[in-house]
């Protein structure tokens, strides 16, 4: 049975009409502030007592994912409920979605989480989509790993769960690197994926609410350092339009034979023979869809909340050309390491720069502490601004 549409500011059982989070980081922090802006109250659930979304949200429940007592609390709370991380137990999805709408859905969120099983999604949307996943092999054994077909090295060996930036990975050339891996990454079931020559990278965001609508932001092109998105563009010109049109397609369909209900983003592969692949997707809103906030009519969080309390998905238009900048915890230090504050006044001064920092206390290299999205008029205008910034920084041009 479809749950009533949760209208904006609306009291539901004498409270305050209530959108709940699992999960307090940066992705939580600006799904509470759409909400907020819509007039919905927040609840957040995060173990962490200082975490980004906790600490602006109405209210936080601090307890792990699967405390039952906590979840109750938060199922008492909320009206509807979502996730800004995959790695959520599917469970605890589960469990919420007894007494309370859920999106997106536990299922749905299980695939996303699993590279074998995600992988075997995508191979069976390809043939509606003609997006295909990299060539790869399931490594869930010692018969696994000597079977594994010799085409696929070089490769990269993922782990199967629990990914993200890079991490649970290795690169292995050899079938000799390629058991030592196995064995570091402590013989969990993975997956080996050719390795592919990339000529780009990009994604895709839709959201799919609950009667099936769709709507898409437009294709982002990302840069990657490190195994972490380092810069998102988005503006004409930006990819191929033929590309672009097909990955939107292909992530369309891949939402659609989920029967998704939410935020989805998947990230492709441009080779160099101009072929795209599909990567992986992302159960909630993605790094690389920030610059929606600033440079669209609906943000990918508006676009969550709205599919979370069952409103119309009104399709998006970006009014500006955008780049983004990951600002991670290596800019927090100084010459010899000392710690600094970022030159943020001499940042702002450019024209369109809009400047988001997630409230971390403690920088690390590597941590997302904020972003940075230049808006403007032209391609030319956003990647200048941004590039002035960069240097500023101390970010490597791009
Ligand atoms: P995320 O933080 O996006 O979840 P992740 O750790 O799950 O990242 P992937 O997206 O699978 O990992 O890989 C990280 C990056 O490594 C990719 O964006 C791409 O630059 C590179 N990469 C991954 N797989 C391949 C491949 N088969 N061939 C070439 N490069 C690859
Ligand atoms: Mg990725």
Same mark, same amino acid.
């Given at each position: 049975?479809?749950?009533?549409?949760?209208?904006? %500011? @609306?009291?539901?059982?004498?409270?305050?009409?209530?959108?709940?989070?699992?999960?307090?980081?940066?992705?939580?922090?600006?799904?509470?502030?759409?909400?907020?802006?819509?007039?919905?109250?927040?609840?957040?659930?995060?173990? !962490?007592?200082?975490?980004?979304?906790?600490?602006?949200?109405?209210?936080?429940?601090? /307890?792990?994912?699967?405390?039952?007592?906590?979840?109750?609390?938060?199922?008492?709370?909320?009206?509807?409920?979502?996730?800004?991380?995959?790695?959520?137990?599917? !469970?605890?999805?589960? @469990?919420?979605?007894?007494?309370?709408?859920?999106?997106?859905? @536990?299922?749905?969120? /299980?695939?996303?989480?699993?590279? *074998?099983?995600?992988?075997?999604? #995508? /191979?069976?949307?390809?043939?509606?989509? %003609?997006?295909?996943?990299?060539?790869? @092999?399931? *490594? !869930?054994?010692?018969?696994? =790993?000597?079977?594994?077909?010799?085409?696929?090295?070089?490769?990269?060996?993922?782990?199967?769960?629990?990914?993200?930036?890079?991490?649970?990975?290795?690169?292995?050339?050899?079938?000799?690197?390629?058991?030592?891996?196995?064995?570091?990454?402590?013989?969990?079931?993975?997956?080996?994926?050719?390795?592919?020559? +990339?000529?780009?990278?990009?994604?895709? &965001?839709?959201?799919?609410?609950? !009667?099936?609508?769709?709507?898409?932001?437009?294709?982002?092109?990302?840069?990657?350092?490190?195994? &972490?998105?380092?810069?998102?563009?988005?503006?004409?010109?930006?990819?191929?339009?033929?590309?672009?049109?097909?990955?939107?397609?292909?992530? *369309?369909? *891949?939402?659609?034979? =989920?029967?998704?209900?939410?935020?989805?983003?998947?990230?492709?592969?441009?080779?160099?023979?101009?072929?795209?692949?599909?990567?992986?997707?992302?159960?909630?809103?993605?790094?690389?869809?920030?610059?929606?906030?600033?440079?669209?009519?609906?943000?990918? #969080?508006? =676009?969550?909340?709205?599919?979370?309390?069952?409103?119309?998905? $009104?399709?998006?238009?970006?009014?500006?050309?955008?780049?983004?900048?990951?600002?991670?915890?290596?800019?927090? #230090?100084?010459?010899?390491?000392?710690?600094?504050?970022?030159?943020?006044?001499?940042? +702002?001064?450019?024209?369109?720069?809009?400047?988001?920092?997630?409230?971390?206390?403690?920088?690390?290299?590597?941590?997302?502490?904020?972003?940075?999205?230049?808006?403007?008029?032209?391609?030319? $205008?956003?990647?200048?601004?941004?590039?002035?910034?960069?240097?500023?920084?101390? &970010?490597?041009? #791009?």
């Amino acid at each position: 049975m479809t749950p009533p549409v949760l209208l904006p %500011g @609306a009291v539901v059982d004498g409270r305050p009409a209530t959108l709940g989070v699992l999960g307090g980081g940066q992705l939580g922090r600006m799904f509470v502030h759409a909400a907020q802006a819509l007039g919905y109250e927040t609840v957040v659930l995060d173990p !962490d007592p200082a975490s980004p979304a906790g600490r602006v949200s109405h209210h936080c429940i601090q /307890a792990g994912y699967t405390d039952a007592d906590a979840l109750a609390r938060l199922a008492g709370l909320a009206h509807a409920v979502t996730t800004e991380f995959e790695n959520v137990p599917a !469970d605890a999805l589960a @469990a919420l979605a007894r007494t309370r709408p859920v999106a997106p859905a @536990a299922q749905a969120v /299980a695939i996303a989480q699993d590279r *074998i099983r995600e992988k075997a999604h #995508f /191979a069976r949307c390809a043939a509606a989509s %003609g997006v295909a996943p990299a060539p790869h @092999a399931v *490594i !869930d054994g010692e018969a696994a =790993l000597a079977a594994a077909p010799g085409h696929l090295l070089p490769g990269i060996l993922k782990t199967a769960r629990l990914g993200y930036d890079g991490k649970g990975q290795a690169r292995v050339a050899t079938r000799d690197e390629l058991a030592a891996a196995w064995a570091r990454l402590g013989r969990v079931d993975c997956v080996l994926e050719q390795l592919l020559p +990339l000529a780009a990278e990009c994604s895709v &965001i839709v959201a799919r609410g609950r !009667d099936g609508q769709v709507v898409s932001l437009p294709v982002q092109r990302n840069l990657h350092r490190g195994g &972490i998105l380092a810069v998102t563009e988005v503006h004409e010109g930006n990819m191929p339009p033929a590309l672009a049109s097909q990955a939107q397609t292909a992530t *369309i369909s *891949i939402a659609n034979a =989920l029967g998704y209900v939410g935020v989805l983003c998947v990230e492709y592969f441009v080779l160099e023979d101009g072929r795209l692949v599909v990567n992986e997707m992302a159960p909630r809103p993605h790094n690389s869809g920030h610059y929606s906030v600033d440079a669209c009519d609906a943000s990918q #969080f508006d =676009l969550q909340v709205r599919a979370l309390a069952g409103l119309p998905l $009104a399709t998006p238009r970006q009014h500006s050309a955008a780049v983004m900048l990951n600002l991670l915890g290596e800019l927090w #230090f100084g010459a010899a390491g000392a710690p600094r504050t970022p030159p943020w006044d001499q940042v +702002l001064a450019l024209p369109g720069a809009h400047l988001h920092l997630y409230g971390k206390a403690e920088a690390r290299p590597g941590r997302k502490m904020g972003h940075l999205t230049f808006t403007g008029a032209s391609a030319e $205008a956003v990647r200048a601004n941004a590039l002035r910034a960069a240097a500023l920084l101390g &970010i490597e041009p #791009f």
